[in-house]
């Protein structure tokens, strides 16, 4: 985690005024103005003995307050009707999780046991189960499980504030501009944010993908998450200044400091200006070589931004949310309705699904003991593995997919694939499935939608030639495929500086794919963190990829970086940079090359 930092001491050897907290930055933007410190953490409640004679009344009173819980989780359901479709939708589904994990047995039924085993109070039963399970789910090396934690302890801080009787502490009474500093804020706190009062908030706690942090990109809320210092240093009142990119947070500024985050506003703006325009520009290189540029899509309320930002399609939508924090699975209908809505909203622009990427540790409530936990979940059962061992589950997804391909061009992607086999299997029980809908008359589009394979894994791009031959097209997703490369967890702080998407190994397993791609005449393209970074767009179209999927705000800042490249330079380029070895001369050049354009 990083620390605080201060300036230098003043000419006259005192301490200055301005000092600056480190956090995460997880929504872009920079605010100025008053602090508003939020005291809403519970802290530790108090854990005492008692009779066994009060055991059927303190459950009683557990199962009081969680009804109270649930109640109070309805209401803020039917208020969030009245805020904008696209935050209602997310708040909406992040207060389903909630109301979920409110009847949830792991927590409330964990709860009650305590409470009759150990002879506990509600209160501490259920702040010991919520810790329990947080530890449990912060330990799985899962970027998404680790950022559901917090869904887990605003469930667990509803239940105790009713116990405790401790009132909530809302935000209507903000002063405008008001910047909200807090320990921790719940996703449904940011949605009922006034942005108009609101210009920015700070946690104690939080990453860049928890529900939180998406809900204050859905705002455009600037926010720093993960700065633990802050609520506990700084005074409200205070003047801050908060840049939600970097991640920092300036306390009682210097003038001269205000003075140059607002000629930052004013050059954000410009260059937003700017970017806007490029919209119904094409990605297109000075050579006039075409670039397809796709979204990938996390939340159906992204297509949006997706429109926005000119995506020519989505290039991976993620299904892993239409799973996440439910009791029961999602049926076919309900899978079927919100791909399709996702695939009407792209309006006749291609939709390449994902097929479910997740293992047992993200799906434990929803299936019971069917999977064993595994002690290295990246390389246990997760993604086609599991939807191979689980027939059922994954045929009721696709059918959902074929139904909606009804609906505009829909192309199907298959995860972690690392066997021809594989890809076979998965063609049997398309074409079983489609013979299931056609005798149930369900409408279908008139030829099946295209089956692919995320290259991921080094052993399918060493494969990638046979793989070619028995899919439509690749999609290489540069996170994981760098991740198993290098044996590097970038989530692990002590070999993060070891993951480096630049490594030689990962680049001639990119070049292999894309090589064998072409020669098999299939789309190929890169739909990981590489493809929404400028800096690597020269080395990739320099390799021959053509199109490249990302986050829609990636988007304009990548067409930028197309519309000044000329692909003859550019591979020539890519091909020395894959005669190095040295990674330092791979970033130098590449980086010669882009001060070049």
Do not use: W
């Not at 489609?434 to 099946?448: A, N």
């Amino acid at each position: 985690m990083k620390t605080d930092s201060t300036p230098p001491q003043n000419s006259n050897g005192t301490d200055p005024l301005e000092r600056a907290i480190d956090g995460v930055g997880v929504s872009p933007g920079i605010a100025i103005g008053p602090a508003h410190v939020v005291e809403n953490r519970l802290g530790d409640v108090p854990e005492y003995q008692i009779p066994t004679s009060s055991v059927k009344t303190e459950v009683a009173r557990l199962r009081s307050a969680v009804a109270k819980a649930r109640r109070q989780v309805e209401k803020l359901e039917a208020k969030a009707t009245s805020l904008p479709k696209a935050i209602a939708e997310d708040l909406v589904l992040m207060l389903e999780a909630h109301a979920g994990m409110l009847t949830s047995s792991r927590i409330v039924g964990a709860a009650e046991k305590r409470i009759e085993e150990r002879r506990i109070n509600a209160e501490a039963a259920i702040q010991a189960v919520v810790h329990e399970v947080a530890r449990t789910m912060a330990a799985v090396e899962d970027e998404y499980i680790a950022s559901r934690v917090q869904d887990v302890r605003e469930a667990g801080a509803r239940i105790v504030r009713h116990l405790t009787e401790k009132p909530y502490q809302a935000f209507s009474k903000l002063p405008e501009g008001a910047i909200v500093i807090a320990d921790e804020l719940s996703p449904a706190d940011t949605a009922l944010m006034d942005p108009e009062k609101v210009s920015a908030f700070v946690t104690a706690v939080g990453g860049p993908e928890s529900h939180t942090a998406i809900m204050a990109r859905s705002l455009g809320i600037p926010a720093v998450l993960g700065a633990p210092s802050a609520p506990r240093s700084i005074a409200s009142g205070a003047t801050v200044i908060v840049d939600g990119e970097a991640g920092r947070i300036v306390v009682d500024p210097e003038p001269h400091t205000i003075a140059d985050y607002k000629r930052k506003v004013e050059a954000r703006d410009r260059l937003e200006r700017q970017l806007a325009r490029l919209r119904t520009l094409p990605a297109q290189t000075k050579d006039s070589t075409h670039i397809v540029l796709h979204a990938n899509l996390e939340l159906p309320r992204e297509v949006e931004a997706a429109d926005r930002a000119g995506a020519e399609g989505v290039g991976l939508l993620r299904t892993e949310f239409m799973f996440m924090n439910r009791v029961t699975l999602p049926t076919e209908d309900e899978q079927y309705e919100t791909l399709r809505e996702i695939v009407e909203g792209m309006a006749g622009r291609p939709v390449t699904i994902r097929t479910l990427d997740v293992g047992g540790e993200k799906l434990a409530t929803a299936l019971g003991d069917k999977i064993a936990t595994s002690a290295n979940p990246a390389l246990g059962l997760r993604a086609i593995r599991f939807s191979l061992l689980e027939p059922k589950l994954f045929e009721t997804q696709l059918a959902a997919i074929l139904r909606a391909a009804a609906h505009g061009p829909v192309r199907i992607l298959l995860p972690m694939i690392s066997s021809v086999q594989q890809v076979r299997v998965v063609r049997k029980i398309l074409n079983k499935v489609i013979s299931r809908l056609k005798r149930r008359k369900v409408p279908l589009p008139e030829t099946p939608p295209p089956l692919g394979v995320m290259i991921e894994v080094p052993g399918a791009a060493l494969v990638a030639d046979a793989l070619a031959q028995a899919s439509d097209f690749f999609a290489i997703g540069t996170n994981d495929l760098t991740m198993y490369t290098l044996a590097i967890d970038r989530g692990a702080e002590q070999v993060a500086g070891l993951y480096n998407p630049l490594h030689p190994a990962v680049l001639r397993l990119i070049q292999a794919t894309v090589a064998s791609a072409r020669r098999n005449d299939i789309p190929v393209s890169i739909c990981g963190e590489m493809a929404g970074e400028p800096r690597y767009a020269p080395v990739l179209l320099g390799m021959g990829v053509r199109e490249l999927s990302m986050s829609a705000r990636s988007i304009p800042r990548v067409k930028q970086r197309i519309r000044n490249i000329d692909v003859a330079p550019a591979a020539r380029r890519a091909e020395a940079i894959l005669d190095q070895s040295d990674e330092g001369r791979i970033a130098a050049l590449l980086d010669d090359f882009n001060e070049g354009l």
